[in-house]
T-cell receptor, first 105, second 114 residues
Framework: KNEVEQSPQNLTAQEGEFITINCSYS?????LHWLQQHPGGGIVSLFM???GKKKHGRLIATINIQEKHSSLHITASHPRDSAVYIC???????FGAGTRLTVKP | KAGVTQTPRYLIKTRGQQVTLSCSPI?????VSWYQQTPGQGLQFLFE???????NKGNFPGRFSGRQFSNSRSEMNVSTLELGDSALYLC?????????????FGPGTRLTVT
């Protein structure tokens, strides 16, 4: 069993929809990261969190340590949000397989 | 401020050769991490350096090595290249200070081994 599971693998949404991407892990963590990778390959670090919730613009990340689960939410989605979203945890960055999000206008 | 830079951006090598990739972090960042991304395995962690010391290491063979210099610039070296080493190699620099954490990725070096 993988240490980290992301769902869904692929997600298509209409512009304006509320998006949720999930990340579940099976080991103890010190920190969880959410990354965004655009089609050109560039990676942007969105959040690092070890508890609670963080918000940046239209993006919200939450983590529940007891349930070993984190979610990334995108409010009022836009076509420019189309990317692969990846969760990773701990200092040795164990990565999920990613969620490919496509937002249609 | 200038972002993370990686050189070269593209590289073609032959099996058995060795290669050195370079990463210049954002000014003030002392931590540099390296990652390999392939279509089959996705993103995988190679190693992390902080103040010239390797702080974490992923599960890669000894052919993969790295180092960090006193100016925080980092290099990674792959010896005896194999076809499976063809990948996008990414580095990231980070800074953790109190409650603040920032991490920036470079554009990557695309290595093709023939």
């Amino acid at each position: 069993k993988n240490e980290v599971e992301q769902s869904p693998q692929n997600l298509t949404a209409q512009e304006g929809e509320f998006i949720t991407i999930n990340c579940s892990y099976s080991v103890g963590i010190s920190a969880l990261h959410w990354l965004q990778q655009h089609p050109g390959g560039g990676i942007v670090s969105l959040f690092m969190l070890s508890s609670g919730k963080k918000k940046h613009g239209r993006l919200i990340a939450t983590i529940n340590i007891q349930e070993k689960h984190s979610s990334l939410h995108i409010t009022a989605s836009h076509p420019r949000d189309s990317a692969v979203y990846i969760c990773a945890f701990n200092n040795d960055m164990r990565f999920g397989a990613g969620t490919r999000l496509t937002v249609k206008p | 401020k200038a972002g993370v830079t990686q050189t070269p951006r593209y590289l073609i090598k032959t099996r058995g050769q060795q290669v050195t990739l370079s990463c210049s972090p954002i000014s003030g960042h002392r931590s540099v991490s390296w990652y390999q991304q392939t279509p089959g395995q996705g993103l995988q962690f190679l190693f992390e350096y902080f103040s010239e010391t390797q702080r974490n290491k992923g599960n890669f063979p000894g052919r993969f090595s790295g180092r960090q210099f006193s100016n925080s610039r980092s290099e990674m070296n792959v010896s005896t290249l194999e076809l499976g080493d063809s990948a996008l190699y990414l580095c990231a620099s980070s800074l953790a200070r109190g409650f603040t954490y920032e991490q920036y990725f470079g554009p990557g070096t695309r290595l093709t081994v023939t």
